[in-house]
């Protein structure tokens, strides 16, 4: 096992490294790019620098067919609303050097914009400038301090952090997105400071118990996991992995990692790490068949569902979509044993559900306390079967046979709340 592990390491890290001259065009955008920007802010007498943050900055980025570049624009403090300060700049220069450009909206708005000749492009980011971290207004401020922390620390392994990247986004865990709840760019970059490889982090990651909460400190700036639960907000803590930002220590920058997400990845490491394998460095899109072929071959029914909605690609679709999925389960839960369910998201405004479940053989609804005259009477009468057990009211559900049906009506009975979680559309297959 440890040749054939090895020589795929050795293989992806080739793979994954972006060769020098592939880069010197999007490097010479970005010059290019960079230039223009400050030009502009000083025509326009705008207190505010320029800097390149990110992956590009701190040369912990893939290989790609097109390259995206994070481009801050670090306005002077007296500057509070600056993704406007930042349109009223950014906008005509686009047009007037005819870059294609949309406005990404977020906790705070910031803008894509695509080079003329290239599929390449730049996300320029309104920040405020700070000169201690706990002075943001926007989690986006920070973004300057980790730049030079990371790239001092992580000199010569930044091939840990190729690796580490394509393993989580081929396993669907990276991201900090509401609808993945995985690892950001900025925490693999920590892990692989705290571990040196992808080997031993993935490793240490198995020890990590998703149904309790474990710190990691690197720069040990609390004595005790008992300090960091006293010191650190509650609403930070919620994470199985609370990991300590080493450059603002009262941010937990693990905060959006869910339980989740964490088994998920912790079953793709078991799996890889009995089983070394290219595929797992590999995004695939589920193949519909093999999923349906092991259902029926569980005798469960398999359930292929597209959903599309209204609102604006990225974070925003991919979370109202993943909620609305979110919801389903509930309502199927009710009927059905659901023995799977995965959700993708393809990055527009589509995402794909694919379920297989069983019926239930008794449904129970619990109802009031018998002693609530008004509140029992109206349940009677709403179920045909009702007993009472420990007190309370119960209720036995016809059971279904086909969840395929139960959606079709469900859909119909729930339009208003499908169109009030802006879904435009679900088909089911």
């Given at each position: ?11 992806q890290?080739?793979?994954l ?16 790019f960079?230039?223009d920007l400050?030009?502009?802010?000083k ?12 992956s590009?900055?701190?040369?912990t ?6 390259y995206d570049?994070d ?41 894509r ?35 030079p922390?990371?790239?001092k620390?992580?000199?010569g392994?930044e091939?840990?952090?190729?690796l ?11 991201g ?6 995985g ?14 490889s992808?080997l031993?982090?993935?490793k ?8 309790q ?22 609403a ?5 992995i ?5 450059t ?30 290219f ?44 909620k ?13 044993n659901?023995?799977n369910?995965d959700?993708?998201?393809s990055?527009e ?6 379920i ?27 179920h045909?079967s009702?007993f009472?057990?420990?007190k ?8 279904l ?7 079709d009506?469900?859909k119909m ?9 802006h ?7």
């Amino acid at each position: 096992m440890g040749d054939s592990l090895q020589k795929i390491l050795r293989e992806q890290t080739v793979k994954l490294k972006p060769v020098k001259y592939e880069l010197k065009p999007i490097k010479d955008l970005t010059a290019k790019f960079v230039k223009d920007l400050r030009n502009e802010l000083k025509v326009n007498e705008v207190e505010a620098e320029v800097f390149i943050g990110g992956s590009f900055a701190k040369n912990t980025f893939l290989k790609s067919k097109q390259y995206d570049v994070d481009v801050f624009i670090r306005f002077n403090w007296k500057y509070v609303q600056i993704s406007s300060e930042l349109e009223k700049i950014l906008v005509p220069m686009c047009n007037r050097l005819e870059l294609r450009f949309e406005k990404i909206h977020g906790s705070r708005d910031y803008f894509r914009v695509y080079h003329a000749d290239s599929k390449n492009y730049f996300e320029v980011i309104p920040v405020t400038k700070i000169k201690k971290p706990k002075e943001e207004r926007n989690i986006t401020d920070l973004s300057y301090f980790h730049v030079p922390y990371v790239t001092k620390r992580l000199k010569g392994i930044e091939d840990q952090v190729r690796l580490t990247k394509q393993f989580f986004k081929a396993q669907r865990v990276y991201g900090a997105e509401t609808y993945v709840r995985g690892f950001s760019g900025y925490t693999v970059e920590l892990l692989i400071i705290k571990y040196k490889s992808f080997l031993k982090l993935i490793k240490a990651l198995l020890k990590f118990d998703a149904n309790q909460r474990d710190v990691i400190d690197i720069e040990k700036d609390y004595k005790n996991k008992n300090e960091v639960f006293i010191q650190l907000n509650e609403a930070k803590l919620h994470s199985p992995i609370i990991l300590i930002d080493p450059t603002y220590k009262e941010r937990n920058a693990l905060a959006a990692l869910s339980r989740d997400t964490l088994v998920k990845l912790q079953n793709s490491i078991k799996r890889f790490l009995k089983k070394p394998s290219f595929e797992f460095f590999i995004l695939r899109e589920p193949e519909i068949s093999i999923l349906k072929n092991k259902a029926l071959k569980n005798k469960q029914e398999f359930l292929a569902i597209t959903l599309s909605t209204d609102k604006q690609h990225g974070d925003i679709a991919g979370t109202k979509l993943k909620k609305f999925t979110e919801v389903l389960h509930r309502e199927l839960n009710i009927y059905f044993n659901v023995k799977n369910l995965d959700f993708f998201y393809s990055g527009e405004q589509i995402g794909n559900v694919y379920i297989s479940l069983i019926p239930k053989k008794e449904i129970i609804r619990i109802g009031p306390p018998i002693e609530m005259k008004k509140h029992s009477s109206r349940f009677k009468s709403q179920h045909s079967s009702t007993f009472v057990k420990n007190k309370r009211w119960h209720a036995r559900l016809p059971v279904l046979n086909d969840a395929r049906a139960f959606l079709d009506s469900w859909k119909m009975a729930n339009k208003k709340m499908m169109a009030q979680m802006h879904i435009v559309s679900m088909s089911i297959e």
